[in-house]
């Protein structure tokens, strides 16, 4: 599927898998009222795209780079089993007061999706 095929909210997430941010910096790319509306409202576009082979949802793990920085990386995919329940979570929709970004959700793009199939 290429992204001329795909609707708004569902390219607002191709988006932000590209984008290396957490979850709820989806709602910067959604327009109103999704943008602002409740978290499951969202659910099922995300994982609409998750079904088709598009995305993936991960939690952000450490990292250290080769020079010795600390950082993070996606880790594993979350199982679709358990994704329902993980993005019922209202929390995994908001920014975090502390900036961490350690453990949170980030979308990834699966190959396939990069290669518009």
């Given at each position: ?6 609707s ?18 989806v ?7 999704l ?7 969202l ?9 088709r ?12 780079t ?6 993070y ?6 199982s ?20 961490e970004?350690?453990?949170?959700l980030?979308l ?10």
């Amino acid at each position: 599927m290429s992204t001329s095929e795909m609707s708004d909210v569902e390219y607002a997430f191709v988006l932000n898998a590209t984008e290396m941010d957490i979850l709820p910096g989806v709602r910067g790319d959604l327009k109103e009222p999704l943008a602002s509306g409740p978290a499951e409202d969202l659910v099922p576009f995300l994982l609409a795209l998750v079904d088709r082979g598009m995305v993936e949802v991960c939690r952000y793990i450490p990292w250290t780079t080769p020079g010795g920085t600390a950082g993070y990386q996606p880790g594993p995919p979350i199982s679709r089993e358990d994704l329902p329940d993980v993005l019922a979570a209202a929390e995994e929709w908001e920014y975090p007061d502390d900036f961490e970004w350690l453990g949170k959700l980030t979308l990834v793009q699966t190959e396939s999706c990069r290669r518009g199939r």
